[in-house]
């Protein structure tokens, strides 16, 4: 597709359960981002991936959040025993290079999670 | 630590006057600045950027934004708003080199009166 593509677009779990996140970056991009957007907040940075490696991720909450990037273009967001304090959006952003040649990040539309 | 400050959480102008959202920043050196704009059911999608140079930055939909170091600041500005303008509109700052994330501010919701 011509953007970044996120799915869902909203995930309703119940507290405890597993979800997954998926993102479709821009083709050709190399370097892919995860934020996490609370209510009323600004996107709060989790993880960038250049290729298929994670090259920071400093901004993973805790262990429960991992992500992975296989082959280099579509990455996944994975949360176990999901708590309420999870409930957010969760965006994804892609750009062609990364580190110190970043240029404009394009975001996804983001999935909502909501955590009963 | 790295932050990035927008003082007003709502701002509300007349269709047709003109806008100033405020945003301020604290790095230990001068990074890269940027300022997102998100509509309901859409992405962040980027109006301008500030890496070097020129300190009056022009972006997209007639916005611009104007570094000054000696405030630490990177306010964006519109001269005639219209009713589409209204949004939530991000301020983010990177710094200069490695792999870090964008640290956003917490947002501004600006609304257009009729």
């Known amino acids: 597709g011509a953007g970044v593509s996120q799915t869902p677009s909203n995930k309703v779990t119940e507290k405890g359960k597993y979800v997954e996140l998926r993102c479709d970056p821009i083709?050709?991009?190399?370097?892919l981002y995860w934020y996490r957007q609370s209510l009323g907040q600004g996107p709060e940075f989790l993880i960038y991936?250049?290729?298929?490696?994670?090259?920071?991720d400093s901004g993973l909450p805790n262990d429960r959040f991992f992500a992975v990037r296989p082959e280099g273009s579509v990455s996944t967001l994975k949360i176990q025993r999901t708590e309420r304090g999870d409930s957010a959006v969760y965006l994804c952003?892609?750009?062609?290079?990364?580190?110190?040649?970043?240029?404009?990040?394009?975001f996804g539309e983001g999935s909502r999670l909501t955590v009963l | 630590a790295q932050s990035v400050t927008q003082p007003d959480i709502h701002i509300t102008v007349s269709e047709g006057a003109s806008l100033e959202l405020r945003c301020n920043y604290s790095?230990?050196?001068?990074?890269?600045l940027f300022w997102y704009v998100q509509s309901p059911g859409q992405g962040l999608q980027l109006l301008l950027k500030?890496?070097?140079?020129?300190?009056l930055v022009q972006g997209i939909k007639g916005f611009e934004a104007e570094f000054k170091r000696s405030q630490s600041s990177f306010n964006l500005r519109k001269p005639s708003v219209h009713w589409s303008d209204a949004a939530e509109y991000f301020c983010?700052?990177?710094?200069?080199?490695?792999?870090?994330?964008?640290?956003f501010g917490k947002g501004t919701h600006l609304i257009i009166q009729p």
């Open positions: 790095y230990g050196a001068t990074p890269y």
């Open positions: 952003a892609s750009s062609l290079f990364g580190g110190a040649n970043t240029g404009e990040l394009f």
């Open positions: 500030y890496f070097s140079g020129d300190t």
């Open positions: 991936f250049q290729g298929t490696g994670a090259a920071d």
């Open positions: 983010a700052a990177r710094g200069g080199g490695g792999a870090d994330g964008l640290t």
């Open positions: 083709s050709g991009h190399t370097a």
